[in-house]
């Protein structure tokens, strides 16, 4: 029983990761569509590969928490089994915290575009279409989101 418990936890966790959001140049939020953008075109100049750091929901420490606090009960017996329940419960939060960030890690890109108007702008966003440097593209913008797109 406490088995199935623990597997369900750790499946929770997982499906859970795959619903963070994607922040690729191709991708909109229900919020930007049908929403006005102002349109700025200029030349590629640099393209760098990034890292985007993870979530951090609280989704994998709560679900870490979980799993570790019902490992940690099955320690000993008595009040031994409260103090390895809480003793699990923090290591196993700690853990399900740093597994949600690395898991949630993406390859991006730092693009910076020479816009026609002579200023510089650089935007990182999601891997997703590939730039070169000398490419014409476009900079979208509304409010304080910005992408660039062919």
Known sequence: MQYARII????TTFFLGACASNLS???????????????RAGVVETVREVRMEGTRSGTGTLAGGAIGGVAGSNIGGGKGQIVGAILGAVAGGLAG??????L???NALEITVRLDNGQTVAIVQEMGEVFHPGERVRVLSNYN??????
Do not use: F, P
């Not at 369900?8 to 499946?11: K, N, P």
């Open 8 to 11: 369900s936890l750790i499946l």
């Open 25 to 39: 140049g191709d991708v909109y939020t229900r919020d930007q569509a049908r929403r006005e953008m102002t349109v």
């Open 97 to 102: 915290s740093a597994a949600e960030e690395k």
């Open 104 to 106: 949630t890690q993406k």
């Open 145 to 150: 989101s910005s992408r660039v797109s062919h």
